[in-house]
């Protein structure tokens, strides 16, 4: 038998990926409605899905527009709707 060269194994830990879906959220105050692009993360833990805290933030920040009545910040935020009642 000849000389053996030592062996060496490595063994790489990859855990499971939070698995991300793009998501269209409509924010609706008073006679306006917004869509905002949002990433849903779903996770095996009971508080799944839910939104990357920027998204999260960015929904706070139209609704919160859409309560000043500031309009123009909204828009540059998302795509905003005027709602008009068809029937009453």
């Not at 990859?14 to 917004?34: C, I, M, N, S």
């Not at 095996?44 to 309009?71: H, Q």
Request: charged share 35%.
């Amino acid at each position: 038998m000849g000389k053996t060269k030592p062996v060496v194994i490595i063994t790489a830990y990859r855990p499971e990926r939070d698995e991300k879906k793009r998501y269209t959220k409509l924010v609706h105050e008073g006679p306006y409605v917004a869509e905002v692009d949002v990433e849903l993360i779903e996770t095996d833990t009971g508080w799944s899905p839910y939104l990357k805290l920027e998204d999260a933030y960015r929904v706070d920040d139209i609704r919160d527009a859409f309560r000043r009545g500031d309009i123009d910040l909204a828009s540059k935020l998302a795509w905003v709707f005027t709602l008009t009642p068809v029937a009453i």
